[in-house]
Every structure is written in C-alpha cells, then in structure tokens.
C-alpha cells in the first residue's frame, strides 16, 4: 500500500489566487512527520514546510501552510497568492518515527503546479 | 557556500560499464541519503549512512554501493551499468533524530546510460 498519496497528477492556478495540493498519508506509527517539498524545472530539491505528528497547530511558512488533518491522515499544502515562480513539482514526504530506524523520506507521486499569468 | 554538492552533475556512458558519483555535505549533519527519481519524477530511497554505519538498504541491487570516507561524503559507485538504470540521482544530509530535522537536497546528478 502506497505510504504517501497525491491524487492530483497536475494543477492549473490563476496568478494571484490560491491553490490547495492534497496530501493523504498511511502510518501506524504515532511519532511521524510531514514535509513538502518543490521541484522547479530547474531540478533542485526545495524544502517547503514540515509538520509534527505532536504538533497542535498547523505550520505556517510565508505563503506556505499545512491543513493537517490527523484523523483524516491529511496533510494538504496551500499556496495563498499563486505566483508564476510556484509552478513546479510538489511533493509531499513522510518520515516515520524513530522505530522505522533511518528516519528517511518516502515521496508521494508528486504534483505539477501551473500558475497562469 | 554550497551545503550538499554532488559530481558530476551529467554522467553519459555505456552499459557495463562502472562509474561513480560523489556527495559532500558541509552543514555538520550526522545522516546522509541517496535517492534515485526516475523518469517519472518518482523519488525513492536508496541508502542511507549516519556516522559512517550503513542503517538501511532499499531492495537496490548490490551492483550499487554506498561508501562513505568520512561523515562529510558519501560516494556511490555503480557497477556494470543497465540502461534501467538512468535516473537523476539525489544525494542529501539532515541531523540525525525526531524534529523537523529536513533533509538538505543536492542538485542531483543525471545519470545517462546508453
């Protein structure tokens, strides 16, 4: 069974407007954390934003935030104020708690963000 | 200054070949990955090293190798080269434990097998 599921193979967004890319994750561990990450055509790796499993109140980073839903297992990005620069490939990542031993990152699919001027 | 690098960042050669990449990490960080994406932007861990220890192996065929000179490095060599094996190859580093602890990404190298 697939860890992380992004459901949204890819996005089109008005500049200037919002966009929410879905992020639904599968877990038994109680220690685990969330992160998003985007890829621009350039190639690079960016870090976007992180949640705790622990964490009571969700992230927020500039125009980045995190709708963590945990009885739904949802970890939904939303970008306020699309800008042409966010277009890109969006990932959302899960690493397991200190049990899984290596605390590596297992990737959804991925999301390809269009923002249209 | 650059935090992870890897080299080369383009590497073009032949089936059966055996070629290597090499990652350094200058944040001080305990843990090191290799990740491989595929065409399809799928990303998926292959190694990982914390303090020099080898602590998982992704089902990767063993004509793949991490090793790690010191904890600022992990090197991959890759023997006998298959074409399924053209992928861009991600290196990154994060501080070993729970936390947000992200990982630092490389900017990956593009690995072309003919």
């Known amino acids: 069974a697939q860890k992380i599921t992004q459901t949204q193979p890819g996005m089109f967004v008005q500049e200037k407007e919002a966009v929410t890319l879905d992020c639904t994750y599968d877990?038994?561990?109680?220690?685990?954390?969330l992160f998003w990450y985007k890829q621009p055509s350039s190639g690079e790796m960016i870090f976007l934003i992180y949640q705790g499993s622990y964490d009571q109140q969700n992230a927020t980073e500039g125009r980045y935030s995190l709708n963590f839903q945990k009885a739904r297992k949802s970890a939904n990005l939303v970008i306020s104020a699309s800008q042409l620069g966010d277009s890109a490939m969006y990932f959302c990542?899960?690493?397991?708690?200190?049990?899984?031993?290596?605390?590596?990152?297992?990737f959804g699919k991925g999301t390809k963000l269009s923002v249209i001027p | 200054d650059t935090a992870v690098s890897q080299t080369p960042k383009y590497l073009v050669t032949q089936m059966g070949n055996d070629k290597s990449i090499k990652c350094e990490q200058n944040l001080g960080h305990d843990t090191m990955y290799w990740y491989k994406q595929d065409s399809k932007k799928f990303l998926k861990i292959m190694f990982s090293?914390?303090?020099?220890?080898?602590?998982i192996n992704e089902t990767v065929p063993n004509r793949f190798s991490p090793k790690s000179p010191d904890k600022a490095h992990l090197n991959l060599h890759i023997n006998s080269l298959e074409l399924g094996d053209s992928a861009v190859y991600f290196c990154?580093?994060?501080?070993?434990?729970?936390?947000?602890?992200?990982?630092?990404f490389g900017p990956g190298t593009r690995l072309t097998v003919l």
């Open positions: 877990t038994s561990d109680p220690s685990y954390g």
């Open positions: 090293y914390n303090n020099k220890e080898l602590i």
């Open positions: 990542a899960m690493r397991e708690g200190p049990g899984a031993g290596s605390y590596q990152l297992t």
């Open positions: 990154a580093s994060s501080p070993r434990g729970p936390g947000r602890n992200e990982q630092f």
